[in-house]
Structures are given as C-alpha cells and as structure tokens.
C-alpha cells in the first residue's frame, strides 16, 4: 500500500532528522495557516502537529516564544487561545512566500546593482544590521562596505534601506561589464562572493530525500492514493526542507550559475510533488481547523497561484 510505504518513510524522516518544533510551526503558519485566515485555535495547532510525535506541552512553549519574539499574538477566549500572526509577520511570510513558490531564476539584463557606504557615515550597529539584511536578501559581500547581486528585488532592498534607517549614507549604483581587456570578467564574482557549494549541498538533500516519494506516489497514485492525513504531513515535510534549502539561495540568474543549476532541480521537484499531495491535504487542514471553528476560512485566491498554478490540482469532480 502506497501509505505503508510513505508512512514508514515518515517515520524515518522524522527519527532521523526530527524538526525543530518551533521552526516546524513557522513552516505551518506559512504554508497552511497564513493563506486560511492567517489565525487559528491553539488545540488546531496541537492537532495538527500530533502526527509529527510532537505534545502539546511543546507546541505551548513554542508559540509562546514566538509571541515573545514578536511572530504572534495571542487572544484568550475562556480556556482557548487563539494565535494569529502579527503584521510585520504576514508581510515576512509574504517575501517568503514569492521566494519559495515562484521560481526565482529570471531574465537578466547583464547589469549588477551594488549598494554601498562610507564607514564613516553609518554606526557599528547599523553596518551590522545592514549587512546582515543584505546578506540575507542574496547579496554577495565584495568589501565590508560594499555588496552585489546581478538580479536584486529592488522593491525588496528600497525597504531595507528604509526599515535599517540607512537612506542617508547608503549609495545604490548599477553595474555593466567593462570593455577593457586587462579586467576580471564579473561573472567570476560568483565564485568569490557567494557559497554555492554549500547552497547545492542542501539542494543536493533535498532531492536525495525526496526523489523516491515523487517516484512512488507517480507509481501508486491510480491504486493507492494517500490518505487526507498522510498527505498533509508529506506535504509539511516537503516544504520544510525546501523552505530551510532554498532560503540559503541568493537566486542568481541561471546564466551565472553552474550548468543544470541543482536549485532548479529542487524546485521542479517540490512543484511535482506539491501538486500531488494538495489537494487530499486540503481536506485534512479544513477538517482539522473546522473541529474548533465551524468558521475556519478556506485559503485565499492567491494560494492557488503557487508552483506555477494549482486550479487543476485542486479541481473537485
């Protein structure tokens, strides 16, 4: 039977390499909670982490560092309470969310955009947080006062630049290959500023993983389909890993990375897969969030957007 074989492989998984059990709740309220409303009643939370072997004193102690770390809010309504993300929160897990569903690898226009400052102009706490963000967002570090990237999300750096307080010393410049003849070609850049090999590494993980789930559900999918739970918890495992693997990504363009860029792999993977278990997991969130709140919302329109489109996918007959 097709779930004998994924639930066992499940198991493993988790024995193996058991997730941390607030990181895993970051992963649900991305992938599941956030598109339902962006709230829920701590015993759905409970219940839906029940399968991964986590209890309930764990899912209480982290949603309430999370609360603490400011992810979270909480609201008592006699003994429940009811956790929902914060603004600043949903608006990260948007960012995220363009990162992990939509392939990144984009047309490049052969320019580079550099962002960089005076060490004079800006305190020690500022050029730490700076750099940070910038390292964060893909940028490659060729000076401790200077950053690059060939295909930045410039909507994305503008607000870094306005959330760090730093518009007043920043510089933001484009950049093109020179003509000259005794210079360094930039694409050798990649090389020098960005840590691939450990990127495709975790790629390399990911699909190594996986790769046999996608193989078994395509062999069994006709005469064992998943169950609506199996599916859901083979679902939050795959983003899970994905999420960790790909957020380490500076997403350069494909022209600049190795030939059969491992990434793409990983993501084309992830897509395959997801579309399989969505909509049987579907079924398993609503029942699951509908037991405490006859009134849990199905997702938002843009959930369907994800992987490239998931309206076929989730198509009822």
């Known amino acids: 039977m097709s779930d004998n074989f994924l639930h066992h492989w499940s198991q493993q998984y988790l024995s193996e390499q058991p997730p941390r059990t607030k990181s895993l709740v970051m992963t649900l309220f991305g992938d599941v909670i956030r598109p339902h409303g962006g709230a829920l009643w701590l015993g759905s939370l409970i219940q839906l982490l029940a399968p991964f072997g986590i209890n309930d004193r764990l ?162 999918a006709d005469t064992h389909p998943l169950s609506a739970e199996q599916a859901f918890v083979l679902r939050t495992l795959l983003i899970h890993e994905y999420r960790r693997a790909q957020l380490h990504d500076p997403q350069l363009p494909l022209e600049l990375l190795p030939k059969n860029w491992v990434g793409k792999q990983a993501y084309e993977l992830c897509q395959h897969i997801y579309r399989y278990l969505v909509k049987s997991s579907q079924i398993h969130i609503l029942d699951t969030l509908r037991l405490e709140d006859a009134n849990a919302p199905d997702v938002a329109s843009y959930f369907y957007d994800r992987f490239g489109g998931l309206y076929q996918d989730m198509a009822i007959a």
């Open 59 to 220: 899912v209480r102690t982290s949603v309430y560092r999370l609360a603490e770390e400011g992810w979270l809010s909480a609201q008592r309504e006699g003994r429940r309470s009811m956790y929902t993300l914060r603004p600043q929160a949903s608006r990260r897990f948007q960012k995220a969310h363009q990162r992990i569903y939509a392939p990144s690898y984009l047309a490049w226009n052969g320019q580079w955009t550099q962002v960089f400052f005076l060490s004079s102009s800006i305190s020690t706490k500022q050029r730490a947080d700076l750099r940070k963000a910038l390292l964060w967002e893909g940028f490659g570090a060729i000076s401790p006062f200077a950053f690059i990237h060939p295909n930045p999300d410039l909507h994305n750096l503008n607000e870094l630049i306005e959330h760090n307080h730093c518009a007043h010393a920043v510089y933001v410049s484009q950049l093109i290959e020179s003509p000259l003849e005794h210079s360094k070609d930039l694409s050798q850049l990649i090389q020098e500023c960005w840590q691939l090999d450990e990127v495709s590494e975790r790629y390399q993980r990911f699909i190594s993983h996986f790769k046999p789930v996608l193989a078994h559900i395509q062999a069994q």
